[in-house]
């Protein structure tokens, strides 16, 4: 299978920042340490502290798919419901 690479982009609620960044710093160390993750990194913009970008690599889908079942993804999507206004996940396969 190919490596998988993920953008995703959150939009936060405006009241909601700090908490939903906490939250997303937490599931760093221990999405790091998954089983095929190769790359974890999480940017939030510059001129929209809203916006919070994951850049990821997984050795394929399968691994990708695991992750979202771990406690730790499972504890963020709990403590961080209500507050992401948008989200868009763009799951990539390296074609060049």
């Not at 992750?67 to 990539?92: D, L, Q, R």
Request: proline share 2%.
């Amino acid at each position: 299978m190919s490596i998988v690479t993920v953008v995703a982009k959150l939009i936060v609620n405006e009241a909601a920042v700090e908490t939903v960044k906490t939250e997303l710093l937490k599931m760093i160390e221990p999405t790091r340490m998954e089983e095929g993750c190769i790359e974890y990194r999480l940017h939030q913009d510059n001129d929209d502290q809203n916006v919070f970008i994951f850049f990821e690599m997984w050795e394929n889908l399968a691994c990708l798919e695991r992750h979202m079942t771990t406690p730790h993804f499972s504890c963020y999507v709990a403590a961080v419901e209500g507050m992401i206004a948008e989200k868009t996940v763009h799951k990539m396969t390296r074609i060049a």
